[in-house]
Structures are given as structure tokens and as C-alpha cells.
T-cell receptor
Framework: EPEVTQTPSHQVTQMGQEVILRCVPISNHLYFYWYRQILGQKVEFLVSFYNNEISEKSEIFDDQFSVERPDGSNFTLKIRSTKLEDSAMYFC????????????FGSGTRLTVV | AQTVTQSQPEMSVQEAETVTLSCTYDTSESDYYLFWYKQPPSRQMILVIRQEAYKQQNATENRFSVNFQKAAKSFSLKISDSQLGDAAMYFCAYRATGGGSQGNLIFGKGTKLSVKP
């Protein structure tokens, strides 16, 4: 079964550093998302991406965050100047063109800011 | 704004028994999708089952079935013949339809299910 691949699985970074989280979507999926889950809390939507541009973003997704798909395959989330409260699991999810199918989530990147 | 509520932070079931996890949601939309996701200790999010609001028939996937009550805005998950591997966090999620676009998921806070041997 096709998978969404995320790298790295775990990243530790110092406060103030920049991190890039990577996702390889399922090949025929056209919609891409980033979600965040702070430990013990619910999963929160960050941003959706379609046709090489952001289609929707939440209040969490401020100027500290950016997304791009630089080479047509990887879908990246960049977090500039990380803060302690950015520590969380970050999930990439993708969905096909057809309406109504559930998203396929990657296995997540655990980001720890120290 | 749409919200999803899971009122049971934790549930426990005996192996081979049946358990029902509750979910309610609030929306003014008439057409939408509802999902249950499973998150085992590995923390991967796995789609368990989905329901389209315009379909009255309850969705089923093997041992998993839902009781979808549109008027009551209720979407419970029933797990039959529970297995040890069912132990996980279960998240209920809502997504509005978008005329072909794929909107974002709104999640509940989750229910932690334990399965006793």
C-alpha cells in the first residue's frame, strides 16, 4: 500500500535554529497538508497546499513557518527560529483529487526544541 | 466554527468484547465527511473508517462500524471482537465538503482505548 514518507523521524534542535521537515507524498496525490500534535493534545491543522501554493492556513501558521515543494516530489515545512513551544509531532498528510477520501498520514517527525 | 467533541478521555474493554467510542460535532453544513483515525504508540495516524454525511447507511470496515446520527450530530465508533492490537488513541475528525477541494480535518481530543487480555 502506498505510503507517505517523512524524514527525519526525530529531530532535536536548539532554540532559535531553523529546521526543515520533509515529506514525500503518494505519487498521484495532489493535496498536501501539515498537522501538528503537541504531546498529549489533539492534532491541529497547520497548512494545506495545492497546485504549488498554499490553499489554506491556520492561525498557528504564522511568519515563522513556510512550505514549499521545491523539486516536485518533496513537500517541506520550514520552521524558522524555533521556540520551545514548537516541540511536537509534525504530520504530513496527502489526499487524492477525488473528493471525500481520507487523508493518508505519514509516520510523523518528532521535533524537540531544547 | 466547526468543533468535534470526544467526551471519553479513556476507555477500557476486555479482549473479544465490544466497545463504543463517542463523538459529537457541531456544524451548520449539511454535507461533510466524518472519520475515525487510530494512533497506536508508534504515533502514526491510521484511517479506520469514514462516513459521508449524505449517506444514511452506516459505514462498516470489518470489525469496525459507526453509528451515524445526523440530526443528533453524533458519530460513534463500535469495535467488535476487540483485539490487543486495537489498543490506541482514537480520534474523531470532521471535514466539510468543498466542491472538489480538499479541506482540512478538524480533530477531537481523542479517546485512549485500552484492551485487557
Amino acid at each position: 500500500e502506498p505510503e507517505v514518507t517523512q524524514t527525519p523521524s526525530h529531530q532535536v534542535t536548539q532554540m532559535g535554529q531553523e529546521v526543515i521537515l520533509r515529506c514525500v507524498p503518494i505519487s498521484n496525490h495532489l493535496y498536501f497538508y501539515w498537522y501538528r500534535q503537541i504531546l498529549g493534545q489533539k492534532v491541529e491543522f497547520l497548512v494545506s497546499f495545492y497546485n504549488n501554493e498554499i490553499s489554506e492556513k491556520s492561525e498557528i501558521f504564522d511568519d515563522q513557518f513556510s512550505v514549499e515543494r521545491p523539486d516536485g516530489s518533496n513537500f517541506t515545512l520550514k520552521i524558522r527560529s524555533t521556540k520551545l513551544e514548537d516541540s511536537a509531532m509534525y504530520f504530513c498528510a496527502t489526499a487524492p483529487e477525488r473528493e471525500g477520501y481520507g487523508y493518508t498520514f505519514g509516520s510523523g517527525t518528532r521535533l524537540t526544541v531544547v | 466554527a466547526q468543533t468535534v467533541t470526544q467526551s471519553q478521555p479513556e476507555m477500557s474493554v476486555q479482549e473479544a468484547e465490544t466497545v463504543t467510542l463517542s463523538c459529537t460535532y457541531d456544524t451548520s453544513e449539511s454535507d461533510y465527511y466524518l472519520f475515525w483515525y487510530k494512533q497506536p504508540p508508534s504515533r502514526q495516524m491510521i484511517l479506520v473508517i469514514r462516513q459521508e454525511a449524505y449517506k444514511q447507511q452506516n459505514a462498516t470496515e470489518n470489525r469496525f462500524s459507526v453509528n451515524f446520527q445526523k440530526a443528533a450530530k453524533s458519530f460513534s465508533l463500535k469495535i467488535s471482537d476487540s483485539q490487543l492490537g486495537d489498543a490506541a488513541m482514537y480520534f474523531c475528525a470532521y471535514r466539510a465538503t468543498g466542491g472538489g477541494s480538499q479541506g482540512n480535518l478538524i480533530f477531537g481530543k481523542g479517546t485512549k482505548l485500552s484492551v485487557k487480555p
